[in-house]
């Protein structure tokens, strides 16, 4: 009797501990490709001969949903070329509510997305987007994304570095620069914080060009998903690779070699050219056999 009843209540723990788990915040991987998708645009190459002639494997770009099911809302995180399916998948999983989108930088994959929130597409009213100050100044000042402004589609909320605003009781939101191409606004990575912890940071110079530490960073967080545009630097013969000076993924997993928190690193944002968007790949399994994730469409983290 005193058996069955300790059995009975260790399964009532791990029962009321899994919803509660599923009522926390979570993330939803929305698209892991760079800024051009994949296939890219003009390729001709093996890399994206296979996905001209099936839709199905087709690579949407790098965004990702924050998802509070206790009020039944969501944010997305930069709004890329493929917002519109994004979006819509997101409201199909869930049901529930749009409530804006933050924005990490002024590069295409990353806010012209925007656009549909416009008069021509949705006419959205004062759809929140949450930006660093040389950002607004970018949207405030150019168009067509000022008119977004003038017309009262969007409502611009400037945010600080390392300022933390909450979203609701239970999740919150910091941005943090990071160093960049910043030819017409600042680049920040986000952290997103409930219970658990995740880093998203898609775009990025190389790691030691940052005044942070990486690893102390990844330690600190329960997730990281980090810049994996590149996987090494022979992937774009030809090319001054000086010019888009990304961490290649194999310079990553060398930092973190040693570090237990290689497990809770997710690359994210893959060029077209990178072998490891292909699942099938010897770059992505030595990738996980050094213990290491690649993001997928769809993942979801919880908070």
């Given amino acids: 009797m005193v058996k069955n009843l300790a059995k009975f209540f260790l399964f009532a723990l791990f029962f009321s501990s899994f919803i509660l788990a599923e009522n926390n915040p979570y993330i939803i991987v929305l698209g892991v490709a760079q800024d051009g998708g994949a296939p890219h645009a003009a390729c001709e ?140 606004s600042e680049t920040v990575g986000f952290q997103i914080k409930s219970v658990k912890s995740l880093i998203f940071i898609p775009d990025i110079d190389k790691w030691s060009k940052w005044n942070k530490n990486i690893i102390s960073i990844a330690a600190k967080n329960d997730y990281n998903l980090l810049d994996g545009t590149f996987y090494n630097i022979d992937e774009l013969p030809g090319r001054d690779m000086s010019e888009i000076p990304h961490p290649f993924i194999v310079e990553t997993m060398k930092i973190f070699k040693s570090s237990s928190a290689k497990k809770s690193v997710y690359f994210i944002h893959l060029n077209h050219s990178n072998p490891a968007l292909n699942s099938e790949s010897k770059e992505r399994k030595n990738i996980l056999k050094k213990g290491f994730n690649v993001a997928k469409f769809g993942d979801k983290f919880y908070l």
């Avoid at 994004?86 to 999983?93: F, R, S």
């Avoid at 997305?113 to 100050?133: D, N, Q, S």
Wanted: some cysteine.
């Fill in 45 to 184: 190459k093996e890399c994206c001969e296979k996905l001209w002639l099936d839709r199905s494997l087709h690579k949407k770009v790098s965004s990702i949903a924050v998802v509070d099911p206790n009020i039944k809302e969501f944010w997305i995180v930069d709004a890329t070329p493929d917002f519109p399916e994004q979006l819509e998948y997101v409201k199909q999983l869930t049901g529930f509510n749009f409530k804006g989108v933050f924005i990490t930088h002024a590069h295409m994959g990353h806010y012209s997305g925007l656009l549909h929130l416009g008069r021509e597409v949705m006419g959205a009213e004062k759809i929140p987007v949450y930006v660093m100050r040389k950002m607004k100044n970018f949207i405030e000042s150019n168009g067509p994304w000022s008119q977004l402004v003038e017309l009262k589609n969007i409502e611009l909320k400037e945010l600080s570095n390392d300022f933390e605003i909450n979203l609701t009781e239970n999740l919150s939101i910091k941005p943090f620069l990071v160093p960049h191409r910043d030819e017409f």
